[in-house]
């Protein structure tokens, strides 16, 4: 007698912080980890934590627990049968115990009348590891959430082994497994069960060289199975930048895998990826908090020196400002995605760094090596250009990286968050220009504020400037109207010319005409827009309001 009632029913996920369900809890581990035998109440009954305990024990008042009746060998049915009633009485929504064997009929009759469910894991299942495996997939909100919509690791699992068509583990680089696919018709081996039953990728001679493979290679690779109880694998690396995450891997023979397997498989990686980062971000209290005061800081809504952020007084720290390089990438979710990667990165640079998104950049904030290291700012620029690269590669989302001047103490991060703003306008100015030029190259997507303080302090200007428009002199405003409405470019002219000092030859290679033609443009600003260049203060002043012009 085994009865489940629709235990294969699609279990509820409620509101972030519920607990799991059930029916949740079984599809997620699957049948090699955990089987239901009676569920008197269905899948949909919530679960929380799980909780060992052996013959004879106490159990704690824990509505929604989970109990793993350890301590019993085989023949030991009657003491387990005796459990449920007090197992009721305490809340418990479900009981998981080792048969040895099929069922005990008392086993299940006890269990039925309880309402309590009945669960069983395999007999050579470690309680250690089945605890943290009931632990992590038990709570929704300790589950990575991802922007593509797949749920949980496990559910990706279980997409990505339906997609390519053979069964599917995801581990971290030192073979540990975080999940695993149990889709029915997918079957495996003798390898995959122990891994899974032990969390950890068993023993052997020639899993250094396979894991060696896998990293590096450019895609994914296939590993043919020694013998008949050896499946064929395909497997394919999960990297971070420089920093590798993980494996996937798939069985390819048992059914034999779809044939373009290999290109779904590497598609699948990049989404496994973002997985893998969203995981790893901190559900630690403590970091929310800190990550809390950091915002607040950075908002200007915290007291100077009260920041909370966890930095010494006296610590070098920068701000990193990173943002899509274009509209098309600034979509509600695009920071959500950036943060997941700039987390993972700037926790490698220092554990103590930070990642806050506040209006649509994501800023890192980073303690910083000491000022006599040579190599300190050769080592930020690698940082960045690795989160350019593994934003486009993971997120799909091309980036820019600003990076602020290195303040001392967090209550000067907002000096730094400053100037970085202030350096990644001029990379989005920078990069719209490019792209409506044809034919330009990329330009670079990494800038630092120390290799630009004109910049910072022309646009700071422009941010303090009460009315700019109101502000313009008559032949600024002239000269830029003219421009805008097409014809001969007057105001870019003037401004080439002031730039270069009044030279007049290499302004007009600056712009590509003759001499004499920019005698003739500079020559009708005068007579058609008013420009006058012979008082100081005015052509100083014509300059600035063309260049913030040409900045916005």
């Given amino acids: 007698m085994v009865v489940t009632e629709g235990i294969d029913a699609a279990p509820v996920v409620g509101p972030a912080g519920t607990r799991s369900t059930v029916g949740k809890l079984l599809e997620q581990l699957g049948p090699g980890v955990l089987e239901a035998f009676v569920s008197p109440a269905g899948p949909l009954v919530p679960i929380g934590e799980p909780v060992i305990a052996g013959p004879g024990e106490p159990l704690p008042d824990q509505p929604g627990a989970v109990l793993l009746a350890a301590g019993a060998g085989a023949g030991a049915a009657d003491v387990w049968a005796d459990l449920f009633q007090p197992a009721a009485a305490r809340g418990f929504a479900a009981v998981v115990c080792k048969t040895f064997g099929p069922p005990d009929p008392g086993l299940l009759a006890a269990a039925?009348?309880?309402?309590?469910?009945?669960?069983?894991?395999?007999?050579?299942?470690?309680?250690?590891?089945?605890?943290?495996?009931?632990?992590?997939?038990?709570?929704?909100?300790?589950?990575?959430?991802?922007?593509?919509?797949?749920?949980?690791?496990?559910a990706l699992a279980n997409a990505i082994a339906a997609t390519v068509g053979g069964a599917l583990t995801v581990e971290d680089p030192d073979g540990r497994v975080l999940a695993y696919s149990n889709l029915p018709h997918q079957l495996i081996d003798d390898i995959r069960r122990d891994a899974i039953l032990g969390l950890q990728t068993p023993q052997r001679p020639q899993n250094l060289a396979e894991y060696r493979a896998v990293f590096d290679a450019d895609g994914p690779v296939e590993f043919a199975g020694p013998h008949p109880g050896h499946a064929s694998r395909l497997a394919v690396a999960l990297w971070a930048g420089r920093r590798p995450l993980?494996?996937?891997?798939?069985?390819?023979?048992?059914?034999?895998?779809?044939?373009?397997?290999?290109?779904?498989?590497?598609?699948?990686?990049?989404?496994?990826?973002?997985?893998?980062?969203?995981?790893?971000?901190?559900?630690?209290?403590?970091?929310?908090?800190?990550?809390?005061?950091?915002?607040?800081?950075?908002?200007?809504?915290?007291?100077?020196?009260?920041?909370?952020?966890?930095?010494?007084?006296?610590?070098?720290?920068?701000?990193?400002?990173?943002?899509?390089?274009?509209?098309?990438?600034?979509?509600?979710?695009?920071?959500?995605?950036?943060?997941?990667?700039?987390?993972?990165?700037?926790?490698?640079?220092?554990?103590?760094?930070?990642?806050?998104?506040?209006?649509?950049?994501?800023?890192?904030?980073?303690?910083?090596?000491?000022a006599d290291r040579p190599d300190r700012l050769g080592r930020v620029r690698r940082l960045a250009a690795d989160l350019v690269t593994t934003a486009?590669?993971?997120?799909?989302?091309?980036?820019?990286?600003?990076?602020?001047?290195?303040?001392?103490?967090?209550?000067?991060?907002?000096?730094?968050?400053?100037?970085?703003?202030?350096?990644?306008?001029?990379?989005?100015?920078?990069?719209?220009?490019?792209?409506s030029a044809s034919g330009a190259s990329p330009p670079d997507p990494v800038a630092i504020a120390d290799d630009l303080p004109q910049l910072v302090a022309l646009y700071t200007v422009a941010e303090n400037l009460p009315d700019p428009e109101q502000l313009l002199l008559p032949a600024a405003a002239s000269l830029l109207a003219a421009d805008a409405a097409g014809g001969t470019p007057y105001a870019d002219t003037v401004l080439t010319y002031l730039s270069t000092l009044g030279d007049m030859a290499r302004t007009a290679d600056l712009l590509t005409v003759h001499e004499n033609t920019v005698r003739y443009r500079i020559r009708r600003a005068e007579e058609l827009h008013g420009l006058d260049l012979t008082d100081p203060d005015r052509t100083l002043v014509t300059w600035l309001q063309l260049r913030l012009a040409q900045l916005k």
């Fill in 246 to 370: 993980g494996i996937l891997w798939v069985i390819s023979d048992r059914p034999p895998l779809v044939d373009n397997a290999t290109e779904l498989l590497a598609g699948a990686a990049r989404v496994a990826e973002l997985h893998l980062l969203r995981l790893r971000g901190s559900h630690d209290p403590q970091r929310r908090r800190r990550t809390e005061a950091l915002r607040e800081l950075l908002e200007l809504r915290a007291a100077a020196g009260g920041d909370r952020t966890g930095f010494a007084a006296d610590q070098l720290v920068r701000i990193l400002a990173i943002a899509p390089s274009d509209s098309a990438g600034r979509t509600a979710a695009a920071p959500a995605r950036i943060v997941d990667v700039v987390s993972l990165l700037a926790e490698s640079w220092d554990q103590r760094s930070l990642c806050v998104d506040i209006d649509g950049t994501v800023y890192a904030a980073l303690p910083e090596l000491a």
């Fill in 392 to 435: 486009h590669r993971s997120a799909e989302i091309a980036v820019v990286v600003a990076i602020g001047p290195v303040v001392r103490g967090a209550s000067a991060l907002p000096t730094s968050r400053h100037a970085a703003d202030q350096v990644l306008r001029h990379l989005r100015h920078r990069a719209r220009v490019t792209s």
């Fill in 112 to 154: 039925a009348r309880s309402g309590v469910a009945l669960l069983r894991t395999p007999d050579d299942m470690s309680w250690r590891h089945l605890d943290a495996l009931v632990a992590g997939a038990g709570s929704t909100d300790a589950a990575p959430v991802s922007f593509v919509g797949s749920g949980d690791l496990f």
